[in-house]
């Protein structure tokens, strides 16, 4: 069965850092492109950013560029989401989910995790 | 602000059937594959169909999904009290390097 398990969210302070952790299971976790979406509060999903199977290919939401980095850790089944100088718009639910395969661009996310909540506040 | 609009809202009773438009361009919809999920209340989403029109294992036949041009659609037969949630479509857009979610369109079984 696949799992999606993320961690590390919270309270921050804007212009704050943050970092995400998505553990997966169930598949083999290295042959997959992966990608983090987020949700704020009483909207709609929006794509933050994916990375292929081997790091090779990166995207990125241009909300988050230059501020997010997203990274894998192959050798212990992981996922991550580095968030530095975070915004009061940033505060979402970041769900990481496993892509259709090692396809880039993204196609679709077939397996989500449950999500975790990032706030940011004052 | 999305670039693939869907109708706020669509409503049936129970057994009925209710469509849901999901509106693009050709940097987006028009050449690339379109998805769709579905959000229960408090729960995360979860793939319902995937290249246009392909149902995941265990995914029931009540949910269809056809595109043209730059449009899709989402049909769901058969509505059930458990179908009311929101519903996304997303796929890649070629233009904006990115890849993007429908408004989404919330669904109530009258």
């Known amino acids: 069965e696949v799992q999606l398990v993320e961690s590390g969210g919270g309270l921050v302070k804007p212009g704050g850092s943050l970092r995400l952790s998505c553990a997966a299971s169930?598949?083999?976790?290295?042959?997959?492109?992966m990608t983090w979406v987020r949700q704020a509060p009483g909207k709609g999903l929006e794509w933050v950013s994916s990375i292929s199977s081997s790091s090779t290919y990166i995207y990125y939401a241009d909300s988050v560029k230059g501020r997010f980095t997203i990274s894998r850790d192959n050798a212990k089944n992981s996922l991550y989401l580095q968030m530095n100088s975070l915004r009061a718009e940033d505060t979402a639910v970041y769900y990481c989910a496993r892509d259709r395969g090692d396809y880039v661009p993204p196609e679709y996310f077939q397996n989500w995790g449950q999500g975790t909540l990032v706030t940011v506040s004052s | 602000q999305s670039v693939l609009t869907q109708p706020p809202s669509v409503s049936a009773a129970p057994g009925q059937k209710v469509t849901i438009s999901c509106s693009g361009s050709s940097s987006n919809i028009g050449n690339n594959y379109v998805s769709w999920y579905q959000q229960l209340p408090g729960t995360a989403p979860e793939l319902l169909i995937y290249d246009n029109s392909n149902r995941p294992s265990g995914i029931p036949d009540r949910f269809s999904g056809s595109k043209s041009g730059t449009s899709a659609t989402l049909g769901i037969t058969g509505l059930q009290t458990g179908d009311e949630a929101d519903y996304y479509c997303g796929t890649w857009d070629s233009s904006l390097s990115a890849y993007v979610f429908g408004t989404g369109t919330k669904v109530t079984v009258l």
């Open positions: 169930g598949f083999t976790f290295s042959s997959y492109s």
